[in-house]
């Protein structure tokens, strides 16, 4: 009988380890892609009828990859910190916090760049991101948002909206 509860002591003991919640479902080191599309309205009228810049646009961002780290600060408190690093580009560094099965970032500053298609080159601009994430297996996937604004053609624009996703999977270490 011993052997009995001592067996299904052991079985509940492994199962309840291989759910991890709070900071440690989310630590690790990561490969990531990023893409996605911001949308921006018009704050001021245009010069004119025939004035170029639109009153409302919709850019993709440039895709990006890279290494993307997440490491605990903070245990009991499920702070982490949140690394990118992108191949050829920026490194960003953002806190965040984890709860249970989901992750909360906190605001940062963060370029993207993106095709101007009316004038064929691309432009790179700093906005306000914040973020929630949810991992799966091994797949860590960050929806991100970005406030903030930009001048183009003459005209100055906030952002109305933005679809920027991240995945990104573990690496085996």
Not at 58 to 71: H, V
Not at 105 to 116: G, I, M, P, V
Request: proline share 2%; net charge negative.
């Amino acid at each position: 009988m011993m052997k009995k509860i001592l067996l299904a002591a052991a079985l509940v003991a492994a199962a309840c380890s291989c759910t991890k919640e709070g900071a440690a479902r989310f630590e690790g080191y990561y490969s990531y892609k990023l893409s996605g599309n911001i949308s921006f309205e018009a704050t001021t009228s245009a010069a004119s009828d025939s004035d170029p810049a639109p009153d409302k646009m919709t850019f993709s961002i440039s895709p990006e990859s890279g290494q993307l780290n997440i490491l605990t600060e903070d245990r009991n408190s499920g702070t982490v910190v949140l690394t990118m690093n992108a191949l050829g580009g920026d490194a960003t560094a953002v806190t965040g916090k984890a709860e249970g099965g989901s992750l909360t970032l906190d605001d940062f500053t963060k370029r993207f760049s993106f095709d101007l298609s009316s004038t064929a080159l691309e432009r790179t601009h700093s906005f306000t991101v914040s973020g929630t994430g949810e991992r799966l297996d091994d797949i860590l996937i960050i929806k991100f948002t970005a406030s903030g604004g930009m001048d183009y053609l003459g005209r100055s624009y906030v952002v109305s909206g933005s679809e920027i996703n991240c995945v990104a999977r573990l690496n085996d270490r």
